[in-house]
């Protein structure tokens, strides 16, 4: 079974950009909390001194979007790719 990478690379970019969206509206509505929820991520004491205010801005939403989703096209082309030979030789 071999995966289809433009299929595959798509559904994957599309679902994070998906997921990215869905994380930025909740730190644009709840800043405070994704300060905390930050924090316990990466077990800090005190996660407003590292990570400050959090604010978003709508250019940085969409540059960061289509950051987000060509990284993880890119990186699933590749996966795609050696997943596709590691099957081959079966």
Not at 4 to 10: A, D, E, H, P
Not at 69 to 76: A, G, K
Request: proline share 1%; aromatic share 16%; hydrophobic share 55%.
């Amino acid at each position: 079974m071999s995966l289809n990478s433009q299929k595959f690379s798509l559904s994957a970019a599309v679902s994070a950009g998906v997921i990215y969206a869905a994380c930025t509206l909740f730190v644009a509505l709840f800043p405070s909390a994704s300060i905390k929820l930050m924090g316990w991520l990466f077990h800090l004491s005190s996660a407003a001194s590292v990570f400050g205010s959090m604010r978003v801005s709508f250019g940085d939403f969409i540059g960061s979007l289509l950051e987000v989703t060509i990284y993880l096209y890119v990186t699933s082309l590749i996966f795609v790719w050696i997943f596709n030979r590691s099957v081959k030789h079966q």
